[in-house]
């Protein structure tokens, strides 16, 4: 058996010709030489040895997932982040050099294993905890209660046994984060850490080998004191709250980790002939036939081309109800199929799939850092120095006034001064909420781009809105057809959409889509012809066939006063409007409109409820946006005619004023405007241009989900402050209190142990509060 290591004259994870990937552990195996093998889903996979043969054998699943990862989302190298800091980068695992918390990979994944860092430093954490009951009970027992476990004489040295596997293997990562923070000048938590365990273990190191180094002030009942305990416990106590903080800050991930179990690992392919065939997800191309059978997840974008049926998109939209699919509507990869089958076409596959972007976006906007960080930045940056200096102080006045032995009640304080004023929580406070929040937004069809366009969206005064696919639909409909006396509706709508088909106006196609919806026939068409600003007209089934405004009725003879009032009617309301006439006489008017979003009165009476103003920018005429404005009400100002540029200057304009502005709009000529916005909000349905050009996108396209948006903002903001007040509360009494201020008055001093319990706990509940957010009510 050989097996290979990467070359360095082969791209990474690309193997020479011949040798295979083992999927356990990585390595390169050539399948002509080595013994260990075996089958799955009648696919061959080759191993290093027989002990990844054996794990791939008993869970197969658990290898092959990241192959559905790579077809979601193909990773080009791993990078390597600071959840705290995330303009550090690192091609591989390690420590953040300004805080020294374990780096994390920056591309989402599907592995739900544990995080290496929390399954070494849960195994540090039996150690110390095992070996730190007996330390605990050998010297508190005997100080407090008299009670000698072990001889006077050799208790210093058994608990120098006990202690020294404690800090010099337990909490070893401490003292190497604690040095890199000195040599890189990034004083954390872990420089105090290291200063406070460390002093008071070489002190009682000392103290046991060489007693008679001290004078006798030091002495007490005739022996040098030794703080083991002190040392191992809050070595213990700071493992077991980085635990603590591990786990909770796994959870995070689970977002994205929910997201890509979303997609599929196989697609059912149709062939040319008609078989079908299971295929792995990233085999799948754009255009391939595929068959989506009930209740199976769509593999990836595409648009029906075959079938009927109801499509949970909740993933997508935060919405429960299904919506109906049928011929020509778009389906997203990774929504759920109802009862019936579907054949779709592919449209976009691996990462440009609509899935695989949210995961993007999830994952840029938790390592996203918000405005407010740079308070808890800017702190930091001066409260470790300031702390070292509280602790010497503390020492020294300790050393000099405080009661017998004065120098171990110094060296106590100020150890207890230092591990108490540990900084996590307070570095903590902001990225563990951006990276909930930003989850918890994700699973209601808010995606966030950047921290930054979370916290501005809860101080946004005022909403501007684009009309067309934001407020409407988006795409003409007919949604009327007046009659004239003797023409029923299925002749008119024929013949209109007979001529129709042929022509290029924007609102042709809604007459032919409205015929085929109501299941008239649409008959060939000759003689068609085009007449500029007035209609088009042609022979259908040898009658004439005109279709167009009143000056075209004129021109053909037909009067068209009898539903001249009901197109003036239509047109205040937004409409557009045709008249149709067949054989010289007026046949009846057609009614061609952009409907109003079902949600978009809710969504504004809400939006208007949370105290914002609206406004509607929009190119269409002015009749139009305001009979829109009017039937949807609840709108301030309405400002129409616009080119792209007018609503970029309309926004600088009411940002001149003092307003906070947030945009929402969906196409390509609302994206200067979304990028002058304090927020800009793209609608899920619209165009790249302008999802590239915001801070947020709502899946849906729907303002129902700009509510939630505004929702999840307070929410999310209002988390950071509580975790940031917490954090300057512990810190601002709880130096004080280690330092010993409460002694003269009532005779409080707080050991090192419980310095180290409550920095472990403020820490644990600074992510526990972060995670109340995965419950926010949106």
């Known amino acids: 058996m050989t097996a290979h290591l990467d070359h360095p004259d082969h791209p990474p994870g690309v193997a020479p010709a011949g040798i295979v990937k083992d999927p356990v552990c ?10 260990y093998h075996a089958d799955h889903e009648g696919r061959p996979y080759s191993f290093c040895s027989a002990g990844c043969r054996a794990k791939f054998v008993g869970d197969p699943a658990r290898y092959l997932e990241p ?39 920056e591309q989402p994944s599907l592995d739900d294993a544990p995080n290496p860092e929390l399954v070494d430093f849960t195994r540090r954490t039996w150690v110390a905890g095992v070996l730190s009951v007996p330390l605990l009970a050998i010297s508190m027992l005997a100080e407090m209660l008299g009670v000698h476990f072990v001889p006077p004489a050799w208790s210093p040295w058994i608990q120098l046994a006990l202690t020294a596997p404690i800090v010099l293997w337990a909490g070893w990562p401490f003292f190497v984060r604690g040095w890199t923070s000195v040599v890189t000048r990034h004083l954390n938590m872990f420089t105090l850490v290291a200063l406070g365990v460390g002093a008071a273990f070489l002190y009682s190191v000392v103290a046991t080998v060489t007693p008679g180094i001290f004078p006798p002030t030091f002495r007490m009942h005739g022996t040098v004191p ?6 191992g416990v809050v070595v213990t106590l700071v493992l077991l709250g980085q635990v603590l903080e ?21 697609a059912r392919r149709v062939a040319a002939d008609g078989t079908e065939e299971d295929v792995e997800l990233a085999l799948v191309k754009a255009g391939d036939r595929l068959r989506v059978r009930p209740g199976e997840a769509v593999p990836v974008d595409g648009i029906v081309v075959e079938g009927r049926s109801s499509v949970d998109e909740s993933m997508l939209t935060g919405e429960p109800a299904p919506v109906v699919k049928t011929d020509g509507a778009d389906v997203t990869g990774g929504t759920v199929n109802g009862t019936g089958s579907l054949a779709i076409e592919a449209r976009a596959v691996g990462s440009d799939t609509v899935l695989a972007r949210i995961v993007k976006m999830v994952a840029e906007a938790q390592l996203s850092r918000a405005p407010i960080q740079a308070v808890a930045d800017r702190v930091s940056g001066w409260f470790v120095p300031l702390v070292v200096a509280i602790a010497v102080a503390t020492f020294v006045v300790w050393n000099l006034v405080g009661p017998e ?82 023409f029923d509706r299925a002749t008119v709508l024929s013949a209109a959409a007979a001529v129709e088909a042929r022509s290029e106006h924007p609102l042709a196609q809604a007459v032919v889509t409205g015929a085929k919806h109501e299941k008239v026939l649409v008959a060939p068409v000759d003689a068609f012809d085009s007449q500029t600003g007035r209609g088009v007209s042609g022979t259908v089934g040898g009658r004439s066939v005109i279709v167009g405004n009143a000056e075209q009725m004129t021109m053909a003879g037909a009067d068209a006063s009898a539903l001249v009032r009901v197109a003036d009617r239509y047109r205040g309301e937004g409409a557009g409007v045709m008249f149709v006439a067949i054989d010289g006489r007026l046949a009846g008017l057609l009614v061609v409109a952009d409907p109003i979003k079902e949600s978009a009165r809710a969504a504004i009476a809400e939006l208007r409820d949370e105290g914002l103003r609206i406004v509607m920018l929009t190119g269409d005429a002015a009749a139009t946006a305001n009979a829109v404005a009017t039937a949807i009400g609840g709108i301030d100002e309405v400002y129409a005619g616009l080119k792209p540029e007018d609503k970029a200057r309309i926004i600088g304009e009411l940002k001149a004023k003092g307003a906070v502005v947030a945009m929402a709009g969906d196409g390509i000529n609302d994206a200067p405007a979304l990028a002058a916005a304090d927020v800009g909000v793209a609608m899920g349905t619209g165009t790249d241009v302008a999802i590239e050009s915001a801070g947020m996108t709502l899946t849906k396209g729907d303002l129902a989900a700009m509510v939630r948006a505004r929702r999840l903002a307070k929410a999310t903001m209002r988390n950071i402050r509580q975790n940031l007040l917490f954090s300057f509360l512990f810190n601002g009494i709880g130096v004080p209190v280690a330092a010993g201020v409460l002694y003269p008055v009532a005779g409080i001093l707080l050991s090192p142990m419980l310095a180290g319990a409550a920095m472990a706990l403020s820490s644990f509940t600074v992510v526990t509060n972060a995670l109340r957010l995965n419950r926010a009510r949106l």
């Open 405 to 486: 032995p004065r120098f171990g009640h110094a060296l106590l304080n100020a150890i207890a001064v230092l591990i108490i004023a540990c900084p996590c929580a307070l570095g903590l406070a902001t990225p563990m909420s951006i990276m909930v929040g930003t989850g918890r937004g994700a699973a209601a069809g808010v995606l966030v781009k950047d921290a930054e366009a979370l916290q501005r969206m809860e101080q946004v005064d005022t909403l501007v809105i684009d009309k067309t696919g934001t407020l409407t639909e988006g795409r003409p409909v007919l949604t009327a057809v007046e009659l004239s006396e003797g």
């Open 226 to 231: 030794v703080y083991y305990e002190a040392a």
């Open 67 to 105: 192959a559905v990862h790579t077809a979601i989302l193909p990773m080009s190298g791993a990078i390597w982040t600071c959840p705290m800091h995330p303009q550090i980068h690192r091609d591989g695992p390690g420590t953040c050099p300004i805080c020294g918390m374990a780096l994390e990979p």
């Open 246 to 266: 591990l786990r909770a800050r796994a959870a995070t991930g689970r977002a994205i980790r929910a997201l890509l179990h979303l997609a599929p690992k196989t």
């Open 26 to 35: 990585g390595m390169s195996v050539d399948p002509a030489t080595t013994q």
